[in-house]
């Protein structure tokens, strides 16, 4: 059961001269979004130890914009009439209530659409955020450190070249033969990609990344059962992580059309990134409605909104 705590922000302004007020709801959504990209660049990744933090770091940031997205946009509605001075406004400041989670998504959606530094810090996490030293080989470090910006940059082919460097110098590298399995991915040669990811797990079998990665580049061969299997694999050792069930989920609704068994896995991740205050909730949500445009066509209706109810989750019908 959801907890529901009821904490409303009442404002009162006297406006002398309100019939002027004019209220640019767009120009203050974009300054919003602004001032959120701007906080995110601030995020000192060096100092984050997982991506739990990380992602409590961007919660703070579009957090300290919904109260004011909140007054601006309740400002605008506002009819404006001459001898009217004292307006009351409600704001509601409870992080669990609906109307706050309106705003809140509404800014989410936005920064995913509209501004870089967004992604570029979530998708950071793929990267890898761990707490211990990646390699004593300095040539190797070097190399390692360079294909990072040629990362930064989407420069798989020489971010290739250097990760395949820094496994030359210092073969027990994982994190580079994480790395290099990711942008050989991205270069949609997955042999290649899958051969770096297992060099990784012979290191370090408990990798999260290279996990993760494995299942998605025999996904993209169409290597259904070994996919998931690796997510399996990946589950049985992070069992809390919602990226497995969104695996999972995802190969069930797009590749093998299980829409039951697929929702089902994507509620879960839902569920999980929510708890874990992840911007990746939005992927879960268009997932879920994929899944329920499909099971509709096959009268599967009150089966997926059963589905949502085992998995406490509400939806407006």
């Known amino acids: 059961m959801n907890k529901i705590l ?15 007020i004019k209220i640019d709801r767009e120009k203050i959504k974009n300054d919003i979004v602004e001032n959120s990209c701007k906080c995110f660049h601030k995020i000192d990744q060096s100092k984050l130890l997982n991506r739990k933090e990380l992602y409590d770091k961007i919660k703070t940031c579009i957090d300290e914009q919904v109260f004011t997205f909140q007054m601006s946009d309740k400002l605008s509605e506002i009819p404006i009439e001459k001898d009217k001075k004292n307006i009351t406004i409600n704001i509601d400041v409870n992080e669990e209530g609906s109307e706050y989670l309106k705003y809140y998504r509404i800014i989410e959606s936005e920064l995913f659409d509209n501004c870089k530094n967004f992604r570029q810090i979530v998708s950071s996490s793929e990267i890898g955020l761990e707490n211990d030293i990646p390699s004593e080989n300095k ?3 070097n190399y390692y450190n360079q294909g990072i910006e040629a990362v930064k940059k989407n420069d798989s082919k020489n971010a290739v070249e250097l990760f395949s460097k820094a496994v030359k110098e210092d073969p027990k590298f994982y994190y580079a033969w994480d790395n290099l399995g990711l942008n ?5 040669q997955y042999d290649k990609a899958i051969d770096a990811y297992q060099k990784s797990l012979q290191i370090n079998p408990y990798g999260a990344m290279p996990l993760q990665n494995i299942a998605v580049a025999y996904t993209h061969q169409n290597n259904f059962d070994k996919a998931l299997e690796a997510y399996q694999k990946f589950a049985d050792i992070y069992p809390d992580n919602p990226e497995t069930f969104y695996g999972i989920g995802h190969l069930y609704i797009v590749n093998l059309q299980n829409y039951e068994k697929g929702l089902d896995y994507m509620c879960k991740a839902y569920n999980k990134y929510i708890e874990n205050n992840s911007p990746y909730r939005s992927d879960a949500e268009v997932m879920i409605s994929t899944a329920f445009q499909e099971m509709k066509a096959k009268n599967q209706e009150q089966l997926f909104y059963k589905i949502l109810e085992n998995n406490n989750i509400e939806i407006k019908k």
């Not at 009821?6 to 002027?20: K, W």
């Not at 050989?184 to 949609?188: A, G, P, S």
């Open 139 to 141: 040539k190797a470090l």
């Open 6 to 20: 009821p904490l409303v922000f009442v404002s009162i302004f006297n406006l002398t001269n309100a019939q002027e």
């Open 184 to 188: 050989y991915r991205r270069l949609e």
